[in-house]
């Protein structure tokens, strides 16, 4: 799910005023709690690619076997508040966005705290990301919930599995280690062994939840509180490696999100890392 709803049906009043007045009188307070047949199966696991992904279920063709070739898991379906969801339909206008929004960010918050669950750890420290998308109709407020394997940081580049995400959080190797530059100037996730620009520190969360957005404050306190747990990881601060962060810097990233951010330490020079920065306290870097 990568935009608030849009477009939600609207009703028009087809017949005479009385009629219509009748109409609106016994509109029903929730959508239906009856699941669409295009919602997909928890568990199940789907060969799409990244454009497909983005899309509303149901996805083209069929779900596959979790130990053949695939790139996204299905962990959940749910569906928003059904009183939210009737009154994003009734609403015009302004109104009609601002529901759509708290419908977004609902199904967007319950498949990020849903993830970690399925996945046996933490999601923000694995290669993975969370992808939530509505179910048609979308109106109903049903969405799905999915995890993919990501290339990168931020990446929309999946990487193809021939086993289950479920319970792969610990032991399954997905931790994050280093990150280099691709050919195309990208971070990707690579082995701390091999040459590298920065190293995985850990996370962040900007507190409270449902904080209002404010770019310039949003970055700051990111960069504060990486600067902190990049800190912490080395053993000490040194002016030869910088903090970076990866997580909502947008209005819409930030909408329903945990406001979570992966933190990283990495060299402000043109020479490579080579090993682990744990630790390092003051010492040399590893190359």
Sequence with gaps: MRKPLIGLTVFVVLAALVAGV???LTRPDEVSAERPEGAPAAGSCWNVNEKVAETAFPWPGAPVDCAVPHTAEVFFVGQVDRRLAAKAARANGDEAKLQQNLMYAQARRGCTSLASAYLGGDWHTARVQVVADWIKPASTGFFGCALVQAAAPASKRFVGRTASLRGAGKGGGLEIGCVARDGGGEMTYVPCEEPHEGEFVGTYRIT????PFDAEKVRATATSGCT???????GGSRG?????????TTASDWLGSDQT??????????????GSLKGVGTGPLPH
């Design 240 to 248: 030869d490696l910088r903090s970076g962060y990866v997580g909502p």
């Design 208 to 211: 409270p939840p449902d904080a």
């Design 22 to 24: 009748g109409y609106w």
């Design 261 to 274: 951010y992966a933190c990283y330490a990495l060299t402000t020079g043109a020479a490579k890392l080579r």
């Design 228 to 234: 902190q747990a990049a800190t912490a990881y080395l």
